[in-house]
Nanobody, 116 residues
Framework: VQLQASGGGLVPPGGSLRLSCAAS????????VGWYRQAPGRERELVAA???????DYADSVKGRFTISRANARNTVYLQMNSLKPEDTAVYYC???????????WGKGTQVTVSS
């Protein structure tokens, strides 16, 4: 199982980035997917997750600015990040969770830096 995150970078405040996470080695359709982030000196936290086709959760700090989506045919989950703030600076990780066994698979992180 591999999850490969990409799309991070350096962006000025107010800018946008789109993260992608491509999965291989799993039947993506039977996994919940989510994005997490970890800033220096802080614990990893949930950013957004799709837990059922109709249930999407967002951290309060990103509501209205970030959008998570998935393309099962491409085994890919996306995170569109708009109106970025310096406090969004962190390493972003994707996670896939099997809907029955609850086994978790993590991708390697991608760095997002919001700075002028």
């Amino acid at each position: 199982v591999q999850l490969q995150a990409s799309g991070g970078g350096l962006v000025p405040p107010g800018g946008s980035l789109r993260l992608s996470c491509a999965a291989s080695g799993i039947n993506f359709n039977i996994y919940y997917v989510g994005w997490y982030r970890q800033a220096p000196g802080r614990e990893r936290e949930l950013v957004a997750a799709i837990t059922t086709p109709s249930t999407i959760d967002y951290a309060d700090s990103v509501k209205g600015r970030f959008t998570i989506s998935r393309a099962n045919a491409r085994n890919t989950v996306y995170l569109q990040m708009n109106s970025l703030k310096p406090e969004d600076t962190a390493v972003y990780y994707c996670k896939a969770t099997h809907i029955i066994t609850r086994a978790d698979y993590w991708g390697k992180g991608t760095q997002v830096t919001v700075s002028s």
